[in-house]
C-alpha cells in the first residue's frame, strides 16, 4: 500500500493523481461502507456456523473452533502479499479483486455442503476469508484518508458501525435459512436414514452463501465501475521519530498485540454465545432461539459505534479505550460468577464496549508513523490472526473445565487492552 498519513501526522499529504473535494471524499466514504457491512456480516455467520457445524459434523468444541482458525488465519497469511498487491494496483482494485475471491469462497460452499466433508468447508473459509482480508487491507487505511487526519479515528469508527449492522442482522438471517434446517429428532432411525438427515443439514448452508457470492459479486461490479477519488501519499512524510521501519515503534507493537488480543476475545466470545444460551443454567434456549439474542452482542457494537463515532471526537481515545476494557472485564466476571439471566444479559452486553477498540486501537497504533503507515497496517492486520488462535485456547478449555469457566480466557485480554489505552499507545 502507500504509505497513509494518520492522526498527528506533520507534513501535508502529497499531490494525488486526482483532487477530489469534500463531497467527493463523502461519497468514496458512503460507498465503503458496504464493504464494512458486508464483512462484518460474513464475519458474523460464522457464529451461527459454528454450532450448525458442530452438530452436522459431531464435533467437540475444538474442533468446531478450527472454523474461526481457518478464516482468521487468512488474515496472517494473506495480509501481507495483499498489502503488496494494493500498493501496485490501488485501494480502487484491490476492493474489486478482493469482492471477487470472497464471492468465489461463498461459491465453495455448494462443494462442501454436497460432500459433507468437513475440511472443504475449512477450505471455501480459507477463500472466503483471504478475500475478506485483501478488502480490509484496501479499505481500513483507505477510510483513514479520505479526510483531516485529527479525525481518523472518528471516520474508522463510522465506518466500523456499519460493519456492526451487518453482524447485528446476521444470526437473523442465518438462524432462519441455516440452524432452522437443525435435525430436531434422531431417536430410531438407522444409520442411513441418519446419514441422509444430516446430508439435508449440511445442504442447509447452499443457498445462504450462494446468495451471498451473488452480492459479492454485484458490489465487485459496482466498484469497478466507480470512479473513487485517488489518494497516492508519497514516502517524504516524515514519521515522528527516526525508525528503520514501523517495527522500531513501540506503540506500534504493542498496538500489535492489542489487535491480536481484542479481536481474539471478540470472536471467542460471540463464537460460543449460541452453545452458551443453550446450556439449562443459562438460558435453555434452542440454537435457532439463542442465535437471535446474539444480534443484541453485535447490536450493542453496533450502538456503540455510531454513539462513538461523535464522542471520540471530544474524548480521549486513550481513556475510552481503557474504561470500555474495564467495562468489559466486569462484564466477563459477572457472565463466569452469575448464572441464569444476569450471565445471559451480561454476556450480551460486552458488545456495547467492544464497539470502539478496533478502530480506535488502530488509528492509536498508526499515531506518527508516517512513511512507514502503510507497513504498520500491514502488521496490524496480521495480527487479527487472534481470531484464529484464541477461540481455540478457549475451546481447549471449554472441553476440559467447561463452556463456563471457559469465559475466563478473555479476561486477560481486556485487561491488556486497559493497559494500552492508559499508557501502552503513548508514542515513545
Keep these: 500500500m502507500a504509505g497513509i498519513i494518520t492522526k498527528g501526522a506533520e507534513p501535508t499529504r502529497a499531490a ?47 474442533q468446531s473452533m478450527l472454523i474461526q482458525f481457518c478464516f482468521f488465519g487468512a488474515y496472517f497469511i494473506v495480509s501481507l502479499p495483499a498489502g503488496a498487491l494494493v500498493k501496485r494496483i490501488s485501494y480502487k482494485w484491490g476492493i474489486v479483486l478482493g469482492l471477487v475471491i470472497a464471492a468465489i469462497g461463498c461459491a465453495l460452499f455448494v462443494p462442501a455442503a454436497s460432500y459433507r466433508i468437513y475440511a472443504l468447508f475449512l477450505g471455501a473459509l480459507f477463500v472466503l476469508a483471504s478475500g ?96 473513487l477519488p485517488t489518494v497516492e501519499v508519497h514516502d517524504e512524510i516524515e514519521p515522528i521519530t527516526d525508525g528503520k521501519s514501523a517495527w522500531h515503534y513501540r506503540h506500534l507493537v504493542l498496538g500489535a498485540i492489542g489487535i491480536f488480543v481484542y479481536v481474539g476475545a471478540e470472536v471467542s466470545i460471540g463464537s460460543f454465545l449460541v452453545n452458551f444460551l443453550n446450556q439449562p443454567d443459562i438460558a435453555g434456549l434452542s440454537e435457532a432461539e439463542a442465535a437471535h439474542y446474539v444480534m443484541y452482542f453485535w447490536g450493542g457494537a453496533m450502538v456503540g459505534r455510531f454513539i462513538g463515532a461523535v464522542a471520540m471526537r471530544f474524548v480521549d481515545d486513550g481513556k475510552a479505550l481503557a474504561f470500555n476494557a474495564v467495562a468489559a472485564i466486569v462484564l466477563l466476571l459477572l457472565t463466569v460468577f452469575a448464572g441464569g439471566s444476569v450471565a445471559m444479559w451480561s454476556v450480551l452486553a460486552i458488545g456495547l464496549f467492544n464497539s470502539i477498540m478496533f478502530p480506535t486501537i488502530f488509528s ?65
Design 132 to 227: 475478506i482480508t485483501l478488502l480490509q487491507v484496501s479499505a481500513n487505511p483507505y477510510v483513514t484518508v479520505l479526510g483531516p487526519p485529527d479525525t481518523a479515528a472518528s471516520r474508522l469508527t463510522l465506518t466500523q458501525a456499519f460493519n456492526s449492522l451487518g453482524t447485528t442482522l446476521a444470526p437473523m438471517f442465518g438462524a432462519t435459512l441455516i440452524l432452522s434446517a437443525a435435525v430436531v429428532a434422531t431417536a430410531g432411525a438407522t444409520p442411513e436414514q441418519l446419514d441422509a438427515l444430516r446430508l439435508a443439514e449440511a445442504s442447509a448452508v447452499k443457498m445462504p452463501y450462494l446468495l451471498l457470492a451473488a452480492a459479492f459479486l454485484l458490489l465487485a461490479a459496482l466498484f469497478a465501475a466507480l470512479k
Design 364 to 428: 492509536l497504533a498508526l499515531y506518527g508513523l508516517g512513511k512507514y503507515t502503510s507497513q504498520g497496517s500491514g502488521i496490524l492486520c496480521l495480527a487479527i490472526v487472534g481470531g484464529a488462535l484464541l477461540p481455540l485456547v478457549q475451546g481447549g478449555l471449554a472441553d476440559n473445565i467447561g463452556i463456563h469457566l471457559a469465559f475466563l480466557m478473555p479476561v486477560a485480554c481486556y485487561a491488556y487492552i486497559a493497559f494500552y489505552g492508559l499508557k501502552g499507545h503513548k508514542p515513545t
Design 16 to 62: 494525488s493523481t486526482a483532487s477530489p473535494d469534500a463531497t467527493g471524499y463523502r461519497f468514496a466514504l458512503f460507498a465503503l461502507t458496504s464493504l464494512f457491512f458486508m464483512w462484518g456480516f460474513i464475519t458474523c455467520l460464522n457464529d451461527i456456523l459454528i454450532p450448525h457445524l458442530r452438530n452436522v459434523f459431531s464435533l467437540n468444541y475444538t
